[in-house]
T-cell receptor, first 119, second 114 residues
Framework: ETGVTQTPRHLVMGMTNKKSLKCEQH?????MYWYKQSAKKPLELMFV???????ENNSVPSRFSPECPNSSHLFLHLHTLQPEDSALYLC??????????????????FGNGTRLTVT | AQKITQTQPGMFVQEKEAVTLDCTYD???????LFWYKQPSSGEMIFLIY??????QNATEGRYSLNFQKARKSANLVISASQLGDSAMYFC???????????FGSGTKLNVKP
């Protein structure tokens, strides 16, 4: 089973549709993230959940609504999106604690992403 | 100020040669982690290598090594013996003491020529 699985891989939706992106991690991590990657732009952090509590919300429009029912699953609910929301949406997970006294940090493990097109 | 700066939008390298991708970072925390990721055209972000701020030695993973110069706040990625499959976007990232925050650079697109 792949570490972080995202579905669907591709999604085309109209501006009036409601859809959801799903992410599942099999790594036993306690933090999950949503990132947006638009063409020719850096990765934008959208939401962070740590121990199933939302700990970061980077001024994301309310048409994006995250849900984290448990530490293994993360959803991004989409409604009334705009064409500029077309992008690659990446889910990631990590272990939120220092690995060792030397200040070790665990990396983000990403899914394959969902390529979203809003028409 | 930008936390992570990658000044090379694009680079070319001949197959089998070594290439260095630059990364500088900005933090006032004494403890932090530095990461490099590879993103092929298919989109997935692949973790390559990690360097902790307290690590005395430069990290190495196979053909990847991280040239860590703490005083200069640089964490350059060195790929030895480039292969055609190395053609991709490469992102430098940093994680600070606030564990939930990862900062990414704008990336470097590497093209390996046969």
């Amino acid at each position: 089973e792949t570490g972080v699985t995202q579905t669907p891989r591709h999604l085309v939706m109209g501006m009036t549709n409601k859809k959801s992106l799903k992410c599942e991690q099999h790594l036993g991590h306690n933090a999950m993230y949503w990132y947006k990657q638009s063409a020719k732009k850096p990765l934008e952090l959208m939401f962070v959940y740590s121990l199933e509590e939302r700990v970061e919300n980077n001024s994301v429009p309310s048409r994006f609504s995250p849900e984290c029912p448990n530490s293994s699953h993360l959803f991004l609910h989409l409604h009334t999106l705009q064409p500029e929301d077309s992008a690659l949406y990446l889910c990631a997970s990590s272990q939120d604690q220092e690995d060792n006294l030397g200040g070790g940090y665990s990396p983000l493990h990403f899914g394959n992403g969902t390529r979203l097109t809003v028409t | 100020a930008q936390k992570i700066t990658q000044t090379q939008p694009g680079m070319f390298v001949q197959e089998k040669e070594a290439v260095t991708l630059d990364c500088t970072y900005d933090t006032s925390d004494p403890s932090y982690g530095l990461f490099w990721y590879k993103q092929p055209s298919s989109g997935e972000m692949i973790f390559l290598i990690y360097q902790g701020s307290y690590d005395q030695q430069n990290a190495t993973e196979g053909r990847y090594s991280l040239n860590f110069q703490k005083a200069r706040k640089s964490a350059n990625l060195v790929i030895s013996a480039s292969q055609l499959g190395d053609s991709a976007m490469y992102f430098c990232a940093m994680r600070e003491v606030n564990f939930n925050k990862f900062y990414f650079g704008s990336g470097t697109k590497l093209n390996v020529k046969p």
